[in-house]
């Protein structure tokens, strides 16, 4: 009977632990709203980060709830209204992983002059996607979420994904390396779709 109850009692406790972790986790979580264009905010040059800290490791966790929030695999911070050289991406969740990365006050140090075509679309202009060349490979430099300086190698989607992130540090959207018609269409489609959101 003690057995019993001991073992009752314990499931409870693990039970009553496992409930005040996932509230500890979502408290900690902060999903911020995603700026869409034409928005002037996303036209900004981004601030180099003086310091990293544990405000803009906030920034970061946060940037990647947002991201996750939305199925996306990279966010500038930019987009969520901060105008600081930080970005976020997490590639690996194409395969059902998390494996988010940090890039902060990235710097493009070589691009190769073999350029590559790929479909793109961007949290900021959603539903939106199309064509863009870019250099196939590059190099970056960066800090990570610990301060440390680092050198990638990038091709395939994580060159692209950098240098899609990056282009918004720099108040730069994909939908600019289109035509100005095919520009101007997405962004009517985008005004519409927010349009019709709001009235429901």
Same mark, same amino acid.
């Given at each position: ?29 902060? %999903?911020? &709203?995603? =700026? ?10 981004? $601030?180099?980060?003086?310091? !990293?800290? +544990? ?48 890039? %902060?006050? &990235?710097? =493009? ?10 479909? $793109?679309?961007?949290?900021? !202009?959603? +539903? ?52 100005? =018609? ?19």
């Amino acid at each position: 009977m003690f057995l019993a109850c001991t073992r009752a009692f314990s499931s409870e406790i693990r039970s009553f632990l496992d409930r005040l972790a996932a509230n500890l986790y979502l408290s900690r979580m902060s %999903i911020r &709203p995603i =700026l869409t264009a034409p928005d002037p905010r996303l036209s900004a040059i981004s $601030e180099p980060v003086a310091r !990293v800290n +544990d405000e803009i490791r906030e920034l970061v966790d946060d940037m990647l709830d947002s991201m996750y929030a939305e199925d996306g695999i990279g966010l500038a911070a930019v987009q969520i209204g901060v105008p600081k050289r930080v970005l976020v991406m997490d590639l690996a969740r194409k395969d059902g992983e998390c494996q988010p990365q940090a890039f %902060i006050n &990235p710097r =493009l140090l070589w691009a190769s002059d073999e350029t590559t075509v790929v479909q $793109e679309g961007c949290l900021s !202009v959603p +539903d939106i996607w199309d064509d863009v060349e870019r250099p196939a490979r590059i190099t970056a430099e960066f800090l990570d979420r610990d301060g440390t300086l680092k050198t990638v190698d990038a091709d395939g989607l994580l060159a692209t994904c950098l240098q899609h992130e990056m282009d918004h540090l720099d108040g730069v959207l994909f939908i600019d390396y289109l035509s100005k =018609l095919k520009r101007s269409m997405a962004l009517r489609k985008v005004q519409k779709a927010r349009r019709l959101k709001e009235a429901v």
